[in-house]
């Protein structure tokens, strides 16, 4: 029996169709690969027993109008924070030299996620900061670190960024700075911002080196070196 030529590509076509809808499906099931950043170090230099899940791109400190005034990178901690642009001033009128007060900034967290959960979160992600000079390396004591807002959700994919924002406050005093009176921080100032699943923190030996030291159980953590300006 002769075989149409027409019947023949009809087949192939519907076969190529179900291969590329198969492969599709395939593709779409299979669980993403962690990222290469994802395995990341302790604060002594030695392999984080689990994957690291995400990476701070950059802090983003906002102008009350709303425009970026700084911005702190991995690597690029400094940030100069204008005293005239912050969302709230406490001591707005003060112009003496010695007079305090207290900055509040909006800040924006740019945040990847570079591997999945070691573990699933409890309550949700940790989001904190700390004015100790130790940075990364706090310890676990209470006090030496705070709180910053809820528990977060942060269910992206591997690969793709999500923004958070938060406020971070900075005290000053205006001191006479070459016959100029401007304003200096004043006290301690936050110094490093850190993320962390609740859950995977807990996991940790923490009563063991490098264990012990904050930056060592946290997902992430950035430095903050923040100046303030007129």
Same mark, same amino acid.
């Given at each position: 029996m002769k075989i149409s030529p027409l019947f023949t590509k009809l087949h192939l076509l519907v076969f190529y169709v179900l291969l590329a809808l198969g492969l599709s499906c395939v593709d779409h099931? +299979?669980?993403p690969s962690d990222l290469? $950043? @994802?395995a990341c170090l302790t604060t002594n230099? @030695?392999?984080r027993t689990y994957p690291c899940e995400f990476l701070i791109e950059k802090l983003s400190f +906002? &102008?009350? /109008?709303g425009f970026v005034l700084a911005e702190v990178t991995q690597g690029s901690p400094n940030a100069i924070l204008s005293r005239s642009s &912050?969302?709230?001033? @406490?001591?707005p009128g003060a112009v003496a030299v010695g007079s305090r007060g207290g900055l509040l900034y909006d800040v924006r967290?740019?945040?990847k996620r570079v591997a999945r959960p070691a573990f699933p979160t409890t309550v949700g992600y940790l989001l904190s900061a700390t004015t100790n000079s130790s940075r990364e390396g706090i310890l676990h004591t209470p006090g030496e670190r705070y709180s910053i807002g809820t528990p977060v959700p942060l269910d992206m994919p591997i690969g793709e @960024?999500?923004?958070l924002t938060f406020e971070l406050s900075y005290l000053y005093e205006l001191a006479n700075v070459a016959g100029v009176v401007r304003p200096t921080p004043f006290g301690p100032s936050t110094n490093t911002f850190f993320i962390e699943n609740d859950n995977t923190t807990l996991q940790f030996n923490r009563s063991m080196p490098p264990y012990?030291? =904050?930056?060592? =159980? =946290? $997902? /992430?953590f950035i430095r903050i070196n923040a100046s303030v300006a007129p």
């Open positions: 099931d +299979l669980p290469p $950043e @994802s230099g @030695s392999p +906002l &102008a009350r /109008d &912050a969302k709230s001033d @406490s001591n967290a740019t945040i @960024s999500r923004t012990t030291f =904050v930056g060592s =159980v =946290v $997902e /992430d």
